[in-house]
């Protein structure tokens, strides 16, 4: 399995002298779904963010193919002045990619916007807001996706659903993703691989493949097997935390 | 009623009583507070109305002290128009100018370090005192008008833009700078229209102030083609207060519709998607 996202004992230390990151080895392969939780202000978000290009590590490197990256914020960073078809557009703008209309009208029909693309984001729901937010990045159709803690901010039923049709999103193309989350479940749902961190500073302190196969039906999470593996989890970022 | 009605009425309702209780306040003036022969200086509305609005044109040759400067609907209107193309052309270039500097100051904090004091100093010194020194330097004609307004008028239209163009939201920056947008392209497609609401407030205040600009201008002047500021100057000098007050009323009339017009083109531009913070 070739490799979509490495890093190689990335450290960083922020220049008010606040260590986020301590030597974190981590590959993601492509088709992959890796998903890191930690404890809150461990390093998740910086990370990631490292990973984007958006800080440079003080110590080691990450190496990512940045040309078609798809990065989903904590929220969804919408441009309020424009209609949820003209957000969908805006990276096919910023990449130049000529008459994008097909690929924006397949990106919202994916996330199942097809009635509201004349709104603005303020007569948007946090769910439909997210959804656009997605559908944004999937116009790139990149290889490489990121998300930092996504649908942190919506209730449980919501979330759920944007999972299950982020499993299928998944499932259809197998994009290498690095996914951050607080939430167990829906990292052992979503993903093939969850890797524990530790508190501040960062580092990589367990590694749990999850067998499940895809497609994954949303009733997989009342499964016993779910459930231990969940629990494994949740034990491992118990344990970093004494 | 219907809800849509009512707001519409209570729109309505707010501003007629307002004017009612300052034309009851005008005439007790006139009628109550003045005494019997400091009256003039305050005449009644209906007078004002009737010699500087319905009257077309006072003949200046009646040789009574009172018209001897001229008067009615006709030279309001003339220097009203003056004033007017003072104060719009005045203001389109502060607009161009103040725009132009905002955009150059969001670029680069030296920049910014080095333009704003001297923005503030010259918001900061008094009018007045470049008035009379503009007329000398640069002579009493329309240039040096509408050289007053631009300078009146420029600082509120620098500082919103500038405020609008920098307070855009990191995380919608950082989504541009990882998609690879230039700098240019992140103030066309993200900071200006970012910018606007901030950018139609500035222009709201200095179009108010490029029309107190036109006729503080030309008040001082004192020379030129008369407009609304030496109107007023010239029919106090000759008492004609019905005049006087009707050039006022003129003045203030053509500053709400300058601040209005704008306040209804930014809802225009910014209105679909921008929520001014609730009360
Ligand atoms: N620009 C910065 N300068 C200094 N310190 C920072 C900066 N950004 C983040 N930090 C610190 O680095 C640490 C890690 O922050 P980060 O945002 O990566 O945490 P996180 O794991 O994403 O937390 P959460 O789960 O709450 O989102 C925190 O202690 C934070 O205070
Ligand atoms: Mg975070």
Known sequence: MPTALQFTSVGLTFPDGTTALDNVDLDVG?????????PSGC????????????EQPTKGSCSVDRTSLGFVFQDATLFPWRTVHQNVGLLAELHGLGDASARIGAAIDVVGLREHVDKYPRQLSGGMAMRTSLARSLVLEPDVFMFDEPFGALDELTRERLNDELVTLFVARRFATLFITHSIAEAVFLSTRVVVMSPRPGRIIAHHDVPFPYPRRHDLRYTAEFNELAAAVSNDLRAAQR | MTDDRRARLARIIGPVIVFGCFVGTWYLAHYVLMSENRRFLVPPPHDVVQEAFLT????????????????????QLEALWL???????????????????????????????????????????????????????????????VLVCVIIALFPIVANTLFGLLSVDRSHRELMTLHGASRLRQLRTLQFPAAMPAI????????????????VGDFFFRQGQPGIGQLIDRYRASLAYEQMYGSVILAAVLGIVVFWFFGWLGRRVVGAWYEPAAR
């Open chain 1, 30 to 38: 492509s088709g992959e779904f890796v998903t890191v939780v930690g």
């Open chain 1, 43 to 54: 390093g998740k978000s910086t990370l990631l963010r490292v990973a984007a290009g958006l």
């Open chain 2, 56 to 75: 077309w044109s006072v003949d200046g040759g009646t040789a009574t002290l009172a018209t001897s400067a001229g008067g009615g609907l006709s030279d």
């Open chain 2, 83 to 145: 004033s007017a193309q003072v104060a719009l052309l005045g203001l389109s270039i502060a607009i161009v100018i103040g725009i132009a500097l905002a955009t150059l100051m969001s670029q680069a904090k030296w920049v910014e370090q080095a333009i704003y004091p001297y923005l503030v100093a010259l918001q900061a010194i008094p009018i007045l005192a470049f008035v009379p020194l503009i007329g000398v330097l640069w002579g009493f004609e329309f240039r040096s008008r």
């Open chain 2, 200 to 215: 139609f407030t500035g222009l709201q205040i200095s179009a108010g102030l490029a029309v107190i600009g036109a006729i």
